[in-house]
């Protein structure tokens, strides 16, 4: 079913942050939230392969639900044991709530299922983490939407599940990220 | 240049304007410029069939091929939805505002990529893409009336430009003329020029004004092209390079000379094409020269900057804008082509000698420039009265130019320029080939004399001495354009020479004139072997030899100034011949020294693989040569030992060396160890002056 397919692709769109450059990512999200596993399942593969990413075998078996294990670069990608560390630096940021953190605040209270909201800096460049969504897919992709329209031409949007293990670079960022909103379930521990 | 893919490429780019986000765009632009189409096309495919994007049938169709020719796995035949045509376009543009900071930053841009283009902004104000950014956004449009230039690199060029000075726009480089997307169509409506270079085609001039001007875009461009090229058409023909022109009339003179001789660059190698080009300039010169004076300067002067290689590829693109001024004179030129056609021949044949003799060795890397001197030459006013071959005058920029003949037309000479007008054009007249003319033996001065001005000219001076001794070995370089030497300053050796002049080093003087000279000691190589010198040379071996060990780059106590005798240390030392020894030939220290002879030989070619020390030797050629440089040179005391000049060394070819050194190890042989070997090697044939050194040598 697309939802299984894009719930995995969504996924390993999710791990590859940081290994993969913003501007593809941005993109291939946005891709994913117009309903494009299709185009996903063309172009991934090649993409990991010109970047040489290596991905782990529960990335590879994401990536085969994505793209189908029949593609024929999907063998080719790079294998590794575990991810690599992330070597990027996250910042809190001064808390300043500027419009376009409003508009996506705004977005993700309606969305159903999200928990909290977290904003970080990388380098100059943003990254809205949203623990928690259905759908997550969706959200992203009107996230970056909302970010693109605020003139971030890289929109960095990280949903990520409620629960469970958090890459390196994901674990950094919640680190390094100032919570701009948590839902009532969050607040009271419910 | 310009190809078919790289152009489709960019028509699917400007077709999809409008229809993804910016940024996309931007990206595609950029990977087409570096040559990743197929990246670029996967791209944009992708972002299309995920979008869903609804085409015209044209985008639709052209998209799809594209998206098979990079043969990415999308399938947007199927994917994409069916086709719509459209009516115009959606989107909407407004003029910028005065304070715009793109028209700023567009405006700042250097003028030379854009000559020949007329830039224009707009900003759209209706989102493109499926995540579209801010708006109104800037859409910065060029439209290049000059078809060589490759717009996908002008695009990524700008669209680079324009993001690092912070003002982030849409390139969007369309052809002047031709039909335009209606997303185009739209933004020229509405858009504000920002520059026009269109008039000058040449860089090196000043630019001229930016003109402000409001009139719509569309209208003036077509307007524009029609009014600007036809005067400047009527140049007389190829002066791509003029000089600064003294009068405004010479400078479009050459303009126009710039556009036709880029024209016949262009066509190159054909010979039909270039005599029609020339039969055309000369008719255009006909019509447009009232001035011939003028002309011959410009003609002078263009011929010199013909040798810039780089300004006739700005004039390719230039040539190009007046493409259609070019048709449209050509009709009328043509029926004067016959007449200048007899013309073409009379300069022709003049310059036929020194070509042949010049251009025969650099034949295909003088096809391009030929063309060009073919036309300069064609031209009436110039060629006419060309007295031809020496060029008076030291020609910094005729260095690195393989065309020899041009060297007439150097503006250091306007007067013989001039006392062709006094010649009747049509006239026809034969050139004999018995006009002052260089030794045939020009032809084995290798394979282009084109390198050789600047740092080999030093020794010219001497050669031409020799020429006066020996007439079959004249160099080649009497009609060369040669600079100002001074004769007794023979700064370089002959091997610095040649490592200077890769190409006409050892070749281009006479080979064993110098050498086989006896009365000219000083010249001879193996002067010592002349005259009373060989003594001297004999005990000089031993200096030399003594020395030898000092040019391993270490103190040399034994000589004077160093680099003076690096010359002739390693000048005795490959003449020895003993590098060409084999080392069981040699004693112990002679064979120490062969590595060093070896190195200090001036023609490394035929031993690189075994004499691996030269290469830090060459290091110490190096330190030598800039030493030799600076010290003024007094060959015949430093060369005293070896009674040979390093220039007469340098004109030795290869298998002259060889035997010379042959010759040499002989004689050192014969003196330290065995007589016998000296018999052994081989004499070189040119004559009987072989004999008398070894004879001097044995004694």
Not at chain 1, 102 to 117: D, S, T
Not at chain 2, 64 to 70: D, E, G, K, N, Y
Not at chain 2, 414 to 420: C, G, K, N, Q
């Amino acid at each position: 079913m697309s939802g299984a397919r894009a719930a995995a692709c969504h996924e390993l769109l999710l791990r590859l942050a940081g290994r993969l450059p913003d501007e593809l990512l941005w993109r291939m999200r946005d891709w994913l939230a117009d309903g494009g596993q299709e185009v996903l399942a063309s172009t991934l593969p090649r993409e990991l392969l010109r970047h040489r990413v290596a991905i782990t075998d529960d990335e590879r078996e994401l990536l085969e639900t994505a793209v189908g294990s029949t593609h024929p670069l999907v063998d080719a990608v790079h294998p590794a044991a575990e991810p690599p560390p992330t070597q990027a630096e996250f910042e809190p940021g001064d808390g300043a709530v500027d419009t376009a953190a409003l508009a996506v605040l705004a977005v993700v209270r309606g969305h159903p299922g999200c928990v909290e909201l977290r904003q970080s800096w990388r380098g100059g460049q943003r990254i809205v983490l949203v623990i928690g969504a259905e759908r997550p897919w969706e959200l992203a992709g009107t996230l970056q939407r909302v970010m693109r329209a605020h003139g971030d031409r890289t929109p960095c949007v990280e949903v990520l599940p409620a629960h469970g293990e958090r890459s390196s670079y994901h674990q950094a960022a919640i680190i390094g990220s100032r919570p701009l909103w948590r839902s009532a379930t969050a607040l009271v521990g419910a | 240049m310009e190809d078919p893919t790289s152009g489709t490429t960019h028509d699917l780019l400007l077709a999809l304007a409008g229809r993804v986000d910016d940024d996309l765009l931007r990206w595609a632009r950029e990977l087409v410029a570096l040559g990743e189409d197929a990246r670029a096309v996967e791209m944009l495919t992708a972002s299309l069939v995920a979008a869903k994007a609804v085409l015209p049938p044209h985008v639709r169709s052209a998209l799809v091929t594209a998206a098979h020719t990079a043969r990415t796995d999308l399938g947007p035949a199927a994917a994409l939805p069916p086709p719509e045509p459209e009516d115009g376009t959606e989107h909407r543009f407004a003029a910028p505002a005065g304070d715009d900071p793109v028209a700023g930053a567009v405006l700042d841009f250097p003028a030379r990529p854009l000559t020949g283009c007329t830039v224009l902004l707009a900003r759209r104000l209706t989102p493109a893409g499926t995540a579209p950014g801010p708006l109104p956004h800037p859409v910065v449009l060029v439209r290049v009336h000059d078809r060589t230039r490759r717009a996908d690199v002008l695009t990524y060029q700008l669209a680079a430009a324009l993001e690092r000075a912070g003002a982030p726009a849409s390139v969007e480089v369309l052809p002047a003329d031709g039909p335009i997307p209606a997303y185009h169509a739209a933004a020229l409506e509405v858009a504000v020029e920002l520059r026009d270079d269109v008039t000058d085609e040449r860089p090196w001039r000043p630019e001229p004004a930016p003109r402000p001007q409001p009139a719509p875009p569309p209208e003036r461009h077509a307007l524009a092209q029609p009014t600007e090229l036809p005067p400047r058409r009527r140049a007389p023909e190829p002066h791509p390079l003029a000089a600064p022109s003294p009068t405004p009339r010479l400078a479009e003179e050459t303009d126009r000379a710039g556009e036709l001789e880029h024209r016949v660059v262009e066509g190159t190698v054909e010979d039909t094409p270039a005599e029609d080009r020339a039969a055309e300039d000369r008719a255009v010169e006909d019509r447009a020269a009232e001035d011939s004076a003028v002309e011959d300067r410009a003609a002078e002067d263009s011929a010199v900057e013909d040798r810039a290689a780089e300004d006739s590829a700005v004039e390719d693109r230039a040539a190009e804008d007046s493409a259609a001024a070019t048709a449209r004179l050509r009709p009328a030129e043509r029926e004067l082509s016959t007449e200048p056609a007899h013309r073409l021949d009379d300069p022709r044949e003049r310059y036929a000698d020194d070509r042949d003799e010049r251009d025969e060795p650099a034949e295909e890397a003088d096809d391009a420039r030929r063309d060009v001197p073919e036309e300069a030459r064609a031209e009436p006013a110039v060629d006419a009265d060309e007295p031809f071959p020496e060029p008076p005058s030291p020609h910094p920029l005729a260095a690195p130019r393989p065309v020899p003949v041009d060297d007439g037309r150097r503006p250091a000479r306007p007067t013989p320029l001039r006392a062709r007008n006094e010649r009747p054009r049509p006239t026809v007249t034969p050139i004999s080939r018995s006009a002052p003319k260089p030794i045939p033996l020009v032809k084995r001065n290798g394979p282009n004399p084109v390198p050789r001005p600047l740092p080999v000219g030093e020794s010219r001076p001497p050669l031409r001495r020799v020429d006066d001794e020996r007439d079959g070995f004249a160099p080649p370089q009497d009609e060369r354009p040669e600079p100002v030497r001074d004769a007794p300053e023979r700064r370089e050796t002959p091997a610095l020479e040649s490592l200077a002049d890769p190409l006409n080093g050892p070749l281009h003087q006479p080979l064993l004139a110098p050498l086989l000279d006896p009365t000219r000691p000083e010249d001879g190589p193996l002067g010592r072997a002349d005259d009373g010198r060989a003594d001297d040379g004999r005990a000089d071996d031993g200096q030399a030899e003594d020395r030898r060990p000092d040019d391993r780059g270490s103190d040399d106590a034994v000589d004077g100034p160093a680099a003076r005798q690096f010359d002739d240390e390693w000048s005795q030392e490959w003449l020895s011949g003993t590098w060409a020894m084999a080392p069981s030939a040699l004693d112990e220290p002679a064979g120490g020294r062969e590595e060093e002879r070896a190195e200090d030989e001036p023609d490394r070619s035929p031993r690189p693989a075994l004499r691996p020390p030269a290469r830090h030797r060459f290091s110490d050629a190096d330190r030598e040569r800039s030493d030799e440089a600076e010290e003024p040179a007094a060959p015949d005391a430093g060369r005293d030992e070896t009674g040979m000049r390093s220039d007469s060394i340098a004109r030795l070819s290869d298998a002259d060396r060889q035997l010379l050194a042959r010759l040499q190890a002989e004689l050192l042989e014969g003196r330290r160890q065995r007589i016998g070997r000296r018999i052994t090697n081989g004499v070189p044939t040119n004559g009987s002056h072989r004999g008398v050194p070894p004879d001097d040598y044995s004694a």
